[in-house]
């Protein structure tokens, strides 16, 4: 991990003084210079990275009334602390108020920083979300074919890139999109409220996320990611609502995030059949830490169904679920190639689910029909111990591919109370080869317990991965702009 420490916090308050005040002589009068220095305030927050320049939405033009479109004023904002990349970087912050906006995209070694009651509301005019073409590892948009609509707050080919606040808001106003996607009316696909691609270290904390168009937050052919502290609600039927998607991602830390939503908590994928095959990428050497989850349609965590770049290490713990349809999903099809292996889960704490274990070999969306019949995902190496669960209607239900079974299965120390109008059979399997330990009800036959003799706890791994040797610094402003 190579997060740059050449910024500390002394040298930020030294040299930060000085250039506000140069910003400001730059950008404003002396009347209202006066009046802001004496509304100055200080800011702190834990980030990355900190900067040495900032700036404020409003000193480009920027208006919080809700209704006028700031997306020029964004993008000139950010424009122009992009000339402080190589000089310590820049900040901007987002006062309280109501900033609507349409997509801007932001740059390296810089840091978004909302106030608490800032709130940017997405625009609904959908030529504020320039086309952008489908991604290579999906070769085609999900919800049409042609590109997609540029992310909300987009980012490309980027380093060193915070986003955060005091809890502040970003509301997709989602509801204008679902509608014309159940019409129809969409010619490209929906845009996601945070989208970073081919970047390495970022950042994306204390937040809270509302009502996104369709996915919440999306790193795609990306590495050293963090999100952390987010808190993320959609209306449970919303269509596709996910709300992290790491995708073809590597070192990756999601921890004490609370979502709500009408898909998937957090949907861990690498690109779609043929497309994904051939680019390649993996999803790999990802932790999810302390997830709350809501989901009644989805799961807590899905891994896949777009898994063609496979998907390996992957390390969750501290999971609660509530009214949830499954925990940690496996989805995958004939087509898809790759592999989802080496996962690990302990200490899951769920409250009435359909099914605690869903493994899916079957789910069939594809891009186009010239995948590869014989490209057969490898499944091997899923391990689950410590979970509680309560009212549940399936204890599990598992279904590999016939011909290529999912093996190496593994689940201990699990106690399912079943709900009172729970289905006959706990547990429905095919396709699958493994052991359990210490499991009630007691499994199918194929995934036999061990007995009494003969006590396994399935595998958590001990070693330390490089993201989680991330530390955060204590960033420190003297800000003019409160
Ligand atoms: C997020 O906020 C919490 C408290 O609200 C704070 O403890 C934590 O340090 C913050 N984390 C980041 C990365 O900003
Ligand atoms: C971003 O990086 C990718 C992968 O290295 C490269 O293919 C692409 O051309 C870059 N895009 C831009 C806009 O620089
Ligand atoms: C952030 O705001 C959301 C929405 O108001 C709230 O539910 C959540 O508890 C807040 N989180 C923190 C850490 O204050
Ligand atoms: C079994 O799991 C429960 C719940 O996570 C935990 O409290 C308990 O310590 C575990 N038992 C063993 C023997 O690990
Ligand atoms: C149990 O689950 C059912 C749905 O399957 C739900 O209607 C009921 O309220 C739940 N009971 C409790 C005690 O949570």
């Not at 502290?229 to 999601?254: L, Q």
Request: hydrophobic share 40%; net charge positive.
């Amino acid at each position: 991990m190579e997060f740059s420490r050449r910024h500390v916090r002394a040298q930020v308050i030294k040299t930060v003084s000085v250039l506000v005040v140069v910003a400001l002589l730059s950008l404003r009068g002396a009347e209202s210079r006066r009046a802001r220095i004496q509304q100055g305030g200080s800011l702190e927050y834990k980030a990355i990275s900190c900067r040495s320049h900032s700036a404020s939405l409003t000193d480009f033009g920027g208006v919080a009334d809700g209704k006028t479109s700031n997306t020029k004023a964004f993008q000139a904002a950010i424009d122009k602390l992009s000339q402080y990349a190589s000089d310590g970087g820049a900040q901007l912050y987002i006062p309280a108020g109501k900033w609507l906006t349409g997509s801007f995209s932001l740059t390296s070694h810089f840091t978004l920083y909302l106030h608490k009651d800032a709130v940017l509301l997405a625009s609904q005019d959908m030529n504020e979300f320039p086309a952008l073409k489908p991604l290579p590892s999906y070769g085609r948009g999900r919800d049409a074919a042609a590109g997609r609509y540029t992310s909300l707050i987009f980012g490309t080919n980027l380093t060193d890139v915070v986003v955060t606040g005091d809890n502040g808001t970003i509301d997709g106003q989602g509801a204008f999109w679902w509608q014309n996607f159940h019409r129809g009316k969409l010619k490209y696909t929906r845009p996601y409220l945070i989208e970073l691609m081919f970047s390495d270290q970022v950042q994306i904390s204390n937040l809270t996320l509302l009502n996104s168009p369709s996915w919440n937050v999306h790193p795609v052919y990306s590495s050293n990611i963090l999100v952390q502290g987010i808190t993320i609600i959609a209306p449970v039927k919303s269509p596709n609502t996910d709300g992290i998607n790491p995708d073809s991602c590597t070192n990756v830390r999601i921890e004490d995030c609370y979502i709500v939503s009408g898909d998937d908590c957090i949907a861990v994928k690498s690109g779609w059949d043929e497309y994904g095959i051939a680019f390649g990428w993996p999803t790999k050497q990802l932790i999810i830490r302390r997830l709350t989850c809501i989901s009644p349609y989805s799961a807590a965590i899905a891994l896949g169904s777009e898994m063609s770049g496979g998907i390996q290490d992957v390390r969750a713990e501290d999971i609660v679920a509530i009214q949830t349809e499954s925990a940690v999903r496996i989805k995958t099809a004939i087509g898809r190639g790759a592999y989802v292996k080496d996962i690990y889960v302990k200490r899951m704490s769920l409250h009435t689910m359909k099914w605690v274990f869903l493994m899916s070999g079957n789910y069939k969306a594809h891009p186009d029909n010239k995948y590869d019949p014989n490209a057969l995902p490898v499944i091997q190496g899923i391990n689950y111990r410590d979970v509680v669960a309560e009212n549940v209607t399936v204890a599990g239900r598992l279904e590999g591919i016939s011909g290529d079974p999912f093996t190496g299965i593994c689940m201990s120390n699990v106690t399912i109370g079943m709900a009172s109008k729970a289905k006959k059979m706990s547990w429905r399997c095919s396709d699958v080869a493994g052991i359990t330990s210490g499991v009630t009800p007691p499994p199918c036959d194929l995934l036999a317990d061990q007995g009494p003799k003969k006590v396994t706890t399935c595998d958590f791994p001990e070693d330390t991965l490089p993201i989680d040797m991330v530390e955060f610094k204590q960033c420190s402003y003297r800000m003019s702009y409160v």
